[in-house]
């Protein structure tokens, strides 16, 4: 099955600084990659996604990136602010037709004002 | 829309009972999952379902059942509760393969 890496577990940087987190998944049959935050408490919320035919995809401050043949992507934030304090999930669909998200282990952002 | 909605909020189990987590939606969607976090762990599937009637399991199946009877519900079910599931559970629904996952607000569940 799929198997999603993602590195660092924790990260601190100064408030206006830039934030990257990166994931490596196992299949190369996955082809869709999203991200999701979640704060202290509550649920994951989605506030990225990229699908396999496209290599980066921006929105604002946030921006993912897709390396399908090196099978890794990663999470760009820029101009962090202290509302960006959270855990980031990256994920991976590995198989077309079926629910199997499998999610990476997460890493907490603190942003330090 | 309420959108994802899980029940209860908290619980507490003995080892060895049983017990429900519901979960429902009304965003008529078709696909709806169990995830479990653990700490260091990320969100571990459980079960899923396609649609109504279809099931299937994920990656920490054991201990766990599920069912599909209608398109908004997606319960689960715990068979016999062991300290090792001692976690949080969510579920999540989405309309299609490749679209954003909603998640309900969690249940935390402790079993002593």
């Known amino acids: 099955g799929e198997n999603v890496e993602q590195h660092p577990s924790t990260l601190s940087v100064q408030e206006g600084d830039s934030a990257v987190i990166k994931c490596t998944y196992s299949d190369s049959a996955s082809n869709y990659f999203p991200w999701y935050k979640q704060e202290l408490g509550k649920r994951p919320q989605l506030i990225i996604d990229?699908?396999?035919?496209?290599g980066e995809k921006k929105d604002q401050r946030i921006a993912v990136t897709l390396n399908k043949t090196a099978k890794h992507f990663s999470l760009h934030i820029t101009e962090t602010q202290p509302e960006d304090s959270a855990v980031y999930f990256c994920?991976?669909?590995?198989?077309?037709?079926?629910?199997?998200?499998?999610f990476g282990t997460g890493t907490r952002l603190t942003i330090i004002p | 829309n309420a959108g994802v909605t899980q029940t209860p909020k908290f619980q507490v189990l003995k080892t060895g009972q049983s017990m429900t987590l519901q979960c429902a939606q009304d965003m008529n969607h078709e696909y709806m999952s169990w995830y479990r976090q653990d700490p260091g762990m990320g969100l571990r599937l459980i079960h899923y379902s396609v649609g109504a009637g279809i099931t299937d399991q994920g990656e920490v199946p054991n201990g766990y059942n599920v069912s599909r009877s209608t398109t908004e519900d997606f319960p689960l079910r715990l068979l016999s509760a062991a300290p090792s599931q001692t976690s949080v559970y969510f579920c999540a629904s989405r309309r299609q393969e490749n679209t954003e996952a909603f998640f309900g607000q969690g249940t935390r569940l402790t079993v002593v």
């Open positions: 990229i699908r396999s035919n496209v």
């Open positions: 994920a991976a669909r590995a198989n077309f037709g079926n629910e199997k998200l499998t």
